[in-house]
């Protein structure tokens, strides 16, 4: 059997049923005798280091995009706060001085009505009026010091609040990849070791190479079902199709295609 690229034969349903020639024109493999060795994929790697490449190659492709959390500082947040807070005790401070102001005012007026002009009494009860301003606007500003740190504290905990969860949201998700890849690797290592891997065993098959570009095509036109049959070769087809791809590309070229052309969601 070999792979031709060409259309789909409509009521095509497995691989095995697959002729993707172009006017019944081979361009990929014969029925030559051809040799290859699918136990040296690594053959200087333990099975530990096989199944770990196999695990980071699939984590590559299933590795999450991760969510980004854009932390202000205390002194952003700072800002952020007064910048509505702030007015609130300016418009206080400003409304404070305008009453020293108008006590001041009305103070000399009554003064100079009584004929008291700026005696020793008048002038201390204008300083108490002062006095009592520069207390009033004391307060202001230390109840606008708590009530800003209040706010900034809030922000701080809500922001360390939902750095956790992005955190959290971020290892669930590459917990997530892993699992699929380790899933994903653990096949992809199962037959590694039933075609030889890790032994010196050479599989004879009737294949001869093609171009990788003949095997993505080829891969590329069946569906997902049809790609796990190739890769699991759990047909008779499959596994021969199976076969001329390793014979073309290689192990790592087959794992290359695998990885581009998944037979699972």
Not at 139 to 167: C, H, I, M, P, R
Not at 244 to 261: K, M
Request: overall charge negative; proline content about 3%; hydrophobic content about 30%.
């Amino acid at each position: 059997m070999a792979i031709t690229i060409g259309k789909k034969k409509p009521s095509a349903t497995t691989t095995g049923l697959y002729d993707l020639g172009l006017g019944k024109v081979k361009v990929g493999f014969d029925d030559a005798d051809y040799s290859i060795d699918v136990g040296s994929a690594a053959p200087a790697e333990s099975d530990e280091d096989v199944l770990s490449s196999y695990i980071d190659s699939m984590y590559a492709r299933y590795r999450p995009d991760e969510l980004e959390y854009s932390e202000k500082t205390q002194g952003e947040l700072s800002a952020d706060v007064a910048v509505w807070l702030r007015p609130g005790y300016e418009q206080a401070i400003s409304n404070r001085t305008a009453q020293t102001q108008r006590f001041r005012a009305e103070t000399d007026a009554d003064a100079i009505a009584r004929g008291m002009g700026s005696s020793t009494y008048v002038t201390d009860v204008k300083n108490r009026q002062r006095n009592a301003e520069a207390s009033d606007i004391a307060s202001l500003e230390s109840d606008y010091g708590a009530t800003l740190a209040k706010y900034v504290s809030q922000g701080l905990e809500t922001q360390n609040d939902q750095k956790f969860k992005t955190a959290s949201y971020n290892a669930e998700q590459r917990q997530n990849a892993f699992d699929m890849a380790y899933s994903a690797a653990l096949q992809l290592f199962t037959y590694y070791k039933k075609s030889g891997g890790g032994s010196s065993r050479t599989l004879r098959t009737k294949a001869t190479p093609t171009t990788q570009e003949n095997c993505a095509e080829f891969l590329n036109q069946l569906t997902k079902d049809e790609r796990a049959e190739v890769y699991a070769g759990s047909t008779e087809a499959g596994r021969k199709y199976r076969a001329e791809i390793l014979a073309s590309v290689g192990f790592s070229g087959y794992l290359q295609l695998q990885s581009r052309y998944p037979s699972i969601p």
